[in-house]
């Protein structure tokens, strides 16, 4: 009974401050607007807007050849994976269309193509790839490498036993893989595009609104108000990450509630409510990183410059837009204390996997270690500074 | 518009950037830092990709086959499994990435001459990086069907294995790839990193500067001086721009001397479109500024508005034509796609002023739409 009490007594000044901290944030309406606006609409154009597959890759031709065979051929390259809509009449042009940017890919299909073809004599057609995006280029030459070569097999096999010697795709000893995708069958980049936005977006409000609202007092000069009140360290700080965890996570059943459901299907295959949990556990942990900042920050300019310090790679290399089998792997392994690494884990396990929270251990346990870690150390730094 | 006072006002701002060491350090310290990180950590080139094998064939076949795949850099065999029911859990935790499942009578099948059928699953959570491995399973198996059906068309014709290799490739296919010849995926990205960086670390510096007067108050000093609106901005602005365009030769010369990466374009050129390019980004952070008013509506605004688009919707991973309708939007009224066109241009292409005047007007005329915005935006009679 009197621990409750005691403790009734330690809650009162902290919610009244959570109060007040929701108050100061609800008076911002540029702020509150933008916090709208960046769960919203900002998640929806990144779910609309960006498809990563090889798709309409510009494709220029030069066919000095005119035969049945080239048309056949370039007849291959069909959409939405290539857009033919140049044909150019020499190579130089296909290349100066190339140059400009005008195209991605240059096919050139020389004089006597259908000719050489009919008379069995190998042929070389050139293409030229504009690799300045590596992966994309790389990606559409390979689709291009592979019509071809289907292609060759086609005409090489009727030619080499006639037409009517069991060509037919049906009586040949080739292989068909069957390549199917888990968690997101039609690889719908929506999916991935407005989950990982929606990551990035309360990584940015989870930094630095707390971050933001503890300078704001150093600034201000108001902070030596709170200290000479009769609330310890915890009591003031805590609220600041309670009030700021509370408005982000009412953005989050926002954005899944207006965007990610109704407009993207995006799937929640494992539990709800565990997301919520698991998210509010994030919220905490990177709040964390920006009490951290908040103490060594002077002010909100210094804030600034530190949260991009540690916000810009958090965001790149988390895993969010590039895979980690990419990076590195001495930088893949330090990208362990990176909070968004393990939420990505977990809000892509939870909503697309189905994963439980049993599954999700590991990731749970390292999150909440990094979460106490840098909450305990921005309290002890604040309390070094003020105490 | 009086030269003196705007001297004046840079010099006062200059001190005030200059004295606040922490500041003033991280101002020259983030831009390089950030580019050495993402340098090194920034690729989409995925190999090693965690992969197993379920063969339920046991065949001589079979084994070939799925050796096929374990043998280049692209998969890395983590083992045989017996029974796809423990795949679930492995999937799940990215333990693996790929499973082939060879089904029984593969090999039965390629014996008497038939066509057959293998399955395989990837992890599709990560579309780019589904899409990569797709593309590696499917070149493996058109290279095995190659070979297989060169050795039936030498026993059915009497050609040697060879000569019928070559019936079945009759159109070879001679791959150029321009402008980043080795596909080295840094030099790709290393131009396009300038852009990204020049448009995160200016805005952030300049974001502050006006909405911290009015938060504190000091800004009632402009009210009451004779300082112009535009002495104001060009006063405000001129110190941030000299430092980020400071920062953009150092990065510069990181990507030359860190990075590897050829310039082969007109030098004179690039620092000028830099220079505009950086006038536009410092110009992002001080419209924000006038526009808000609370520091950390300053700063969430700058972040939500340049860090996120400086990747998805400038041409960094994604090529532009390959957005969407709303994404070539946003494209197209961001800086950012105009300056990478420069920089790749001026890096690998060695383009100079006669093929990209187009971009860099773009880009000086959104620096003076943004100095006009701002310009309308501030009032030295505020109606609160």
Redesign the interface.
Known sequence: MQFLLTLRDWMRPMLALTRKELTQLWR?R??LL??VY?FTV?IY??G???????????TVISNADHGVAARE?TGRLVEPTFRVDAQAHTQAQALAE????GA?LALDIPPRFSA??AA????????????????????A??Y???V??????E???S???GQG?GVA?????????????????N???AW?MSLS?LL??IT??AI??PA??AV?EK?RGTVEQLLVSPLSPVQILLPKVLAMGGAILLAILLSLGFVLWPIFDVPCRGSLGLFFGLSALYVFSTAGLGLFIAT??????????????L???M???S?A???P????PW?AHAMVISPLHHFM?IA??VM??G?TAA?LLRPIATLSVIGCLLFGFGLYRFRRQFG | MNLQRITAYAYKEWREIAR?R??FS??F??PP??ML??G??????????PFVVIDQDHSQYSRD?AARYSSGPYFNLLGQLDHPDRLD?L????TV?AALIIPAGFGA????????????????????????T??Y???I??Q???D??AK??AQ??G?TEDA?R???????????????EA???L???VPKLLMVILM??PP??T??GVV?EKE?GAIFNLYASNLSRGEYLLGKLAPYVAISFLNAWVLWLMALWVFGVPFRGSLAFFALASGVYVLCTTGIGLLVSI???????A??????VT??PA???S?V???V????????L?AHALPAMYYT?IA?GCF??GSGMA?LWPQLLVLAGYAAALFTAGFLLMSKRPKV
């Open positions: 911002d540029v702020l933008f916090l960046a900002d154009l990144a609309s807007g960006v498809t990563l597959q090889v798709s309409h890759a510009r051929l190339l140059d400009r940017g991605m050489d073809l069995g004599r190998q042929t070389t057609i050139g293409l030229w790839a504009d690799t300045s995006n590596s992966v994309q280029g790389f990606m030459a390979s291009i490498t592979r071809v070569s289907r292609f060759g097999i005409t090489g096999l030619q080499a036993l010697a795709a049906g009586s040949l000893p080739t292989v068909d893989n069957r390549i199917r995708a888990w968690y997101n069958p690889q719908d980049d991935f936005q990035n977006i940015v409000f630095l609104l933001a609202a704001r600034e060594v920050a002077r002010n909100q300019a210094q804030v600034g410059m530190l949260t991009i310090l916000l810009a790679p965001l790149f290399l895993g837009w590039t895979p089998e990419a990076m590195p930088l884990d892509f396990g697309l996997k994963q599954a | 606040d922490l500041f991280l101002a310290v983030v830092l950030l990180l993402f090194v950590g920034l690729s989409l080139d995925v190999e090693h990709i086959y859990t999937m799940a935790s990215g990435r099948r390629l014996a008497a001459g038939k066509p057959t059928e293998v399955q395989t699953l990837i992890d599709g959570t990560f579309p780019s990086r589904a899409l990569t797709k593309g399973l499917d070149a198996n058109a095995a069907n190659l297989g059906l039936l068309l059915r014709s050609l019928a070559q019936r079945l490739t009759p159109v070879k296919l001679a791959v150029r790839y321009r402008y980043n596909v080295l995926s030099w790709s990205i995160i670390s952030f510096l974001s502050i911290r504190s526009a808000t008013r609370s520091q950390v509506a700063m969430i605004v700058t972040a939500i860090v996120v990747v998805l919707y041409g991973l994604i090529p034509p390959s957005l969407g309708p709303t994404g070539q946003i066109e790749v690998l292409k093929d």
